[in-house]
């Protein structure tokens, strides 16, 4: 590890000054240290933000709204969140081990950075790290990589289990910086890697995600979390599903669904979420919702798998909390 000069921020305005300066924020820690120990990251400066106050879980009757410092362990064990919002608290439970879980924040978590081997391996050429010096997934070992929203530049997954629940559900990302505050769909933080990997998201350096907000349906509380992955403890998806609906009367009025592990960002899948819409909850929609879902996937030879296993795992979710009549 480089050295670094390390200060803890008192206020947003002194962490906001501080990262204008070229410092980066530490909360949990649990990813930048390790990517600073590898030499992958090399910041200058830290700036400790964990003496910030935004750490509430709050739910009223038109949204939930978290804290950016707020814990996952503590999210996802939030009576609230667990009947009001499962696939919130499933997607927790499902991302990292229960000691990960205590430290890392949940501003962090829509942070984290990918697990692509060649990204985290110095010695590799790759664009995310080093710009233009090529992506060698493609032609490599490319097992978990994505299969939608890739480029010649990179198809490495976006890591963060999280995220895919919230995008699924419309979340609601609340930042500032030294420009003032500014909310946006949180699905609108990050950016496909085209021509420029590199950059994954469009925050300014200054800005500091302050708090989610994510709205309250009656698709919430009948949603879950399915995650494929090699092993069932601490591990990266392969594939998983987020999945939101509201039936009445055996029909489903809404839907919600996203999918991890696919996708170079979390990929929401629209076309799915449509064809739901009127049908009858059942077999038949599960399977129409399913096939749709891998509908533009450009897989490799290495992660053609993942078609299927997409197509199996959204049907699998949708029949876990819709049923199979």
């Not at 509430?56 to 950016?68: D, F, M, S, V, Y």
Request: glycine residues 8%.
């Amino acid at each position: 590890m480089m050295p670094f000069r390390f200060s803890r921020a008192t206020s947003d305005a002194s962490a906001i000054e501080a990262a204008a300066n070229g410092a980066v924020f530490l909360a949990g820690g649990t990813t930048l240290v390790d990517l600073m120990r590898d030499h992958v990251e090399q910041p200058a400066a830290l700036i400790d933000i964990n003496r910030l106050p935004h750490r509430q879980i709050e739910l009223t009757a038109g949204r939930l709204k978290i804290g950016a410092l707020a814990r996952m362990s503590d999210v996802a064990a939030d009576p609230k969140v667990k009947t009001a919002y499962p696939v919130i608290a499933e997607s927790l439970l499902a991302g990292a081990s229960a000691q990960l879980r205590n430290m890392a924040s949940i501003g962090g978590n829509l942070m984290q950075r990918t697990r692509c081997t060649y990204f985290r391996d110095p010695g590799s050429a790759c664009n995310k790290r080093e710009p233009g010096s090529g992506c060698p997934a493609r032609i490599g070992e490319h097992r978990i990589h994505a299969i939608f929203g890739g480029s010649d530049n990179c198809i490495a997954t976006h890591a963060s289990d999280l995220t895919v629940a919230l995008v699924a559900l419309d979340a609601v990302v609340n930042v500032r910086g030294r420009s003032g505050e500014r909310s946006f769909p949180l699905h609108e933080l990050y950016r496909l890697p085209g021509a420029t990997p590199h950059q994954e998201h469009t925050l300014s350096a200054d800005e500091l995600i302050v708090s989610l907000e994510i709205p309250a349906g009656a698709y919430t509380s009948r949603s879950h979390y399915l995650k494929i992955r090699d092993r069932e403890s601490y591990e990266f998806a392969l594939v998983s599903a987020a999945v939101a609906i509201h039936v009445e009367g055996g029909v489903i009025l809404s839907a919600r669904l996203a999918a991890g592990g696919v996708g170079t960002v979390p990929w929401r899948l629209h076309g799915a979420e449509h064809a739901l819409v009127g049908q009858h909850a059942g077999e038949r929609a599960w399977r129409i919702a399913a096939d749709l879902s891998v509908d533009g996937a450009l897989p490799l030879p290495k992660n053609a798998y993942k078609v299927e296993l997409l197509r199996r795992t959204v049907f699998r979710a949708l029949e876990q909390v819709g049923g199979s009549a």
